[in-house]
């Protein structure tokens, strides 16, 4: 079911149940296709809901429209978060989680195409693209006089790409304060630790020393996420926003949380039914 | 094959000399300008290279309009998509080494896959830089972009064509990016200053019965003046002026190709790939003369002022006209026509 214009921002209740509802809609797509970056989506659900039913300005009756504020989903194969909370804003119908991935043609896959998916403001999937494009909206932002924003989430294992860095340098410059970025830090990427895959830390000095007004915060906290990623609408000209998000790769289902395997991997109808009702008590 | 006959190579030295020339980056700094003033809406980035592709003077009078990225294609290329996913048009500004090459992955992702008009701008290309060596000698760019779909590709011939192609390109209403392949200095003037440039049309540029010569670029120039050294010897050969690579004008190759008894095609490219291969693609569907490409093997060409280069790889009226006689069964070439 989708919710209308009418009913939101949700409240903190709200925000809580949608998140859980998110959640509960991502393995309904990885069970449709038997496997799925569970891991890499459930460390960024509350971030995702907290964007598109708590901040974000957008109208599914108008998903083209200039005035919207737009979401880059870097870390695309995250992408069936914002399917659903798509889906639950009226953007998509409820019936394309049950064809994710299933055949030839079908409209949701694993990374979100801008091509196939209303909603979705640009393709993504290859890492390290999508500061860049967010930079792109920010600066046409500026350049229209529009009072929109822009949100960019990265995975904390993209930040190893050379673009991102290219990006962030040119942000700063432009003193882009229309954008948010958001590192869903997670600390575990294909094939294992980011410490040990490839060091990144300390972010909050590495961006500070690019220019960025950074802020740290745990990215499963709600009532923080919505404080601190609140729009900027008046055109100043000032830093861009980082927001280190802590979060627990596979946050919600036990058998998931820190565990490297599910970053993506197949789920059976008995793990579908375990991680059903565990999302119905544990959050 | 034989070295050309040193009259017939006199002949073809005289018929270059009647030719006026005009440098690419100048001409693309005056057509940005004299395009900026009548379409207020686009934007050009570029990495660095504001004062290297002639664009110093847009820059001095539409600063707000130049956004400098710095040395940093990747980003520029996903900064042009994201400024034309929110409605503003970007145009890239940089050599064709860096603008196609090291940010191939954005232009096909961010740009042709989100099908956005970007327009990729790459000068210097082919041997246009050739005392670069090979780090700026680009010639794999057109096979690259031909390959990503929903890719536009161009190649204008002379000054004119390119203020023509930028015009064309700023003014289309597609939804695909468009990659203006450019050289850098002066090169032959063939065609009128003012005519339109249509996307997707080939041009002919000389009827002839005998040999098809099908070429873009600066080899258009080479062209005409191989097919005019011929034609006063009873070769009659035609050229088609094929600037855009992709989508190809199937229908100008098959028509200028009909009847002859030998193609020639040239372009200031690798062999592999690029416009030869494009057209080779399309005859190879049906019953063809013999084709012969010209242009830049399967190696790194050695460094050179641009024009000894072009002439020492064949890049050139003579290697044209070297080819065509070789090709038609001529033992000595250019001895058999020349006496």
Not at chain 1, 116 to 127: E, F
Not at chain 1, 138 to 156: C, E, F, I, S, W
Not at chain 2, 178 to 185: D, E, K, T, V
Request: glycine share 10%; charged share 20%.
């Amino acid at each position: 079911m989708a919710l209308n214009n009418m009913q939101l921002p949700l409240d903190l209740a709200g925000l809580k149940e949608m998140a859980r509802v998110n959640r509960l809609d991502t393995a309904r797509m990885f069970m449709a296709a038997g496997n799925g970056h569970f891991g890499s989506c459930y460390s960024c659900t509350e971030i995702i809901t907290t964007l598109y039913f708590g901040l974000m300005r957008v109208d599914a009756a108008r998903p083209e429209w200039p005035d919207r504020d737009r979401f880059v989903m870097g870390k695309g194969h995250a992408a069936p978060t914002v399917y659903s909370a798509l889906i639950r804003r009226g953007f998509m119908p409820e019936g394309w989680m049950d064809e994710y991935e299933t055949a030839v043609g079908v409209k949701l896959m694993t990374h979100p195409s801008r091509r196939y998916q209303p909603g979705i403001d640009t393709s993504q999937g290859s890492l390290g693209h999508g500061l860049s494009i967010g930079v792109g909206m920010a600066l046409a932002a500026k350049l229209q006089k529009r009072d929109y924003n822009t949100y960019v989430l990265m995975g904390d294992g993209e930040t190893n790409e050379g673009s991102v860095w290219e990006a962030a340098a040119s942000a700063a410059k432009f003193e882009l304060g229309n954008l948010t970025a958001i590192i869903d830090c997670n600390r575990l990427s294909v094939d294992g630790a980011t410490d040990e895959v490839m060091p990144m830390e300390p972010f909050p000095d590495k961006w500070r020393a690019f220019g960025w007004d950074v802020i740290r915060l745990d990215g499963h906290d709600l009532p923080a996420l919505l404080d601190a990623m609140t729009p900027r609408r008046d055109g100043q000209p000032r830093p861009p926003r980082m927001i280190i998000a802590d979060t627990v790769k596979g946050r919600g289902v036990s058998f998931m949380e820190n565990v490297r395997g599910w970053h993506a991997d197949t789920i059976t109808a008995t793990q579908y039914a375990l991680v059903k009702r565990e999302l119905e008590v544990t959050l | 094959m034989k070295p050309l006959d040193p009259g017939l190579a006199a002949e073809i030295e005289a018929l270059r000399r009647g030719y006026g020339e005009k440098a690419i980056r100048l001409q693309y700094g005056e057509s940005m300008l004299a395009l900026a003033t009548e379409f207020p809406d686009f934007v050009v980035l570029t990495a660095d290279l504001m004062y290297a592709t002639g664009m110093d003077r847009f820059g001095a009078e539409f600063p707000d309009r130049l956004i400098n990225l710095g040395i940093a294609e990747q980003n520029m290329t996903g900064v042009a998509a994201g400024l034309a996913l929110s409605g503003t048009l970007p145009v890239v500004c940089g050599y064709a080494a860096f603008t196609t090459l090291r940010a191939v992955e954005q232009a096909k992702v961010d740009a042709a896959y989100n099908e956005v008009k970007v327009i990729l701008t790459g000068q210097s290309a082919g041997l246009s830089y050739g005392v670069g060596g090979p780090t700026h000698q680009t010639f794999e760019d057109v096979a690259i972009m031909r390959a990503i779909p929903n890719m536009v590709v161009l190649v204008p011939s002379d000054a004119a064509e390119v203020d023509a192609c930028l015009r064309a390109a700023i003014t289309w209403e597609g939804r695909s990016p468009i990659y203006i392949r450019l050289g850098r200095g002066p090169e032959y003037t063939h065609s009128r200053a003012g005519k339109a440039f249509e996307i997707g049309k080939a041009v002919r540029l000389r009827e002839g019965s005998d040999v098809a010569i099908i070429a873009n670029g600066a080899m258009v120039a080479e062209a005409l003046m191989a097919a005019d050294a011929l034609n006063r010897h009873g070769i009659a050969a035609g050229v088609l002026n094929l600037s855009t690579v992709k989508p190809l004008d199937t229908g100008a190759i098959m028509a200028i190709v009909k009847g002859v008894s030998a193609v020639v095609v040239i372009e200031e490219h690798s062999v592999i790939g690029g416009l030869g291969s494009a057209v080779l693609e399309a005859l190879a569907e049906v019953r063809h003369a013999p084709v012969r490409r010209i242009g830049i093997a399967d190696w790194f060409p050695p460094i050179g002022p641009t024009r000894e280069l072009r002439k020492a790889l064949g890049l050139s009226a003579e290697g044209i006209v070297a080819n065509v006689l070789d090709m038609l069964g001529h033992a000595e070439s250019g001895r058999a026509v020349a006496e």
